[in-house]
């Protein structure tokens, strides 16, 4: 079983839907990373969180530390919205050297 | 914000040859950088923890004298993937960490897409 577990794998959704992509870890971590990734290869760090929630335009992230769980939601989707979301955490005995990642979670928005 | 610079973002080598990757840091120091290799479908791995003025760190499985890894500055790692075989190809990627500034996070670079024909 992977320390980090993202839920959907794939996603389809209409142009304007609101969008939740859900992770779940299963170590103590210090922080836990959004990431988004086109279909170049290019990564984008989306968010950095430790506790509570964050937003940043139409993005909004939050995370339960008791429950290992986070979610990341996208409001007013968009096509260009359609990447790969990766969930990651610094597990708690690396500190902030080690990152591990989920397999990602496959966004499509259509018009 | 923070700025990672990857290159090249693309490159097609033959067999037994040898390619170098580079990762800068445009606006802020990086005394450690990372680096990761993707297959497709695949989750990110990481293959090394580089360190500015020492030695690379590698993580179990990696090939220390394959993947040539140099940091000898605080804003410039590189990756060489030397004699290069077909296997090798996939896509490579750095990261790093504003240890120092205000920015608190990891910036990736855009990444690279190596070919070994």
């Known amino acids: 079983k992977n320390e980090v577990e993202q839920s959907p794998q794939n996603l389809t959704a209409q142009e304007g839907e609101f969008i939740t992509i859900n992770c779940s870890y299963s170590?103590?971590?210090?922080?836990l990373h959004w990431l988004q990734q086109h279909p170049g290869g290019g990564i984008v760090s989306l968010f950095m969180?430790?506790?509570g929630k964050k937003k940043h335009g139409r993005l909004i992230a939050t995370i339960n530390i008791q429950e290992k769980h986070s979610s990341l939601h996208i409001t007013a989707s968009h096509p260009r919205d359609s990447a790969v979301y990766i969930c990651?955490?610094?597990?708690?005995?690396?500190?902030?050297?080690?990152?591990?990642f989920g397999t990602g979670t496959k966004l499509q928005v259509i018009p | 914000g923070a700025v990672v610079s990857q290159h090249p973002s693309w490159v097609i080598c033959k067999s037994g040859t040898s390619v170098k990757i580079e990762c800068r840091s445009l606006?802020?120091?990086?005394?450690?950088m990372f680096w990761y290799r993707q297959f497709p479908k695949q989750s990110l791995m990481l293959m090394a923890t580089?360190?500015?003025?020492?030695?690379?760190?590698?993580e179990q499985g990696v090939e220390k004298d394959k993947f040539l890894i140099n940091h000898a500055s605080l804003t410039l790692s590189t990756l060489t993937v030397t004699s290069a075989h077909p296997e090798d190809s996939s896509f490579y990627i750095c990261?790093?960490?504003?240890?120092?500034?205000?920015?608190?996070?990891?910036?990736f670079g855009s990444g690279t897409r190596l070919t070994v024909v």
């Open positions: 990261s790093a960490r504003d240890s120092v500034g205000p920015y608190y996070g990891y910036t």
């Open positions: 990651a955490v610094n597990p708690l005995t690396g500190g902030y050297q080690k990152v591990t």
């Open positions: 606006d802020f120091q990086a005394t450690t």
């Open positions: 580089s360190n500015e003025g020492s030695k690379a760190t590698y």
């Open positions: 969180l430790s506790s």
């Open positions: 170590v103590g971590i210090s922080a």
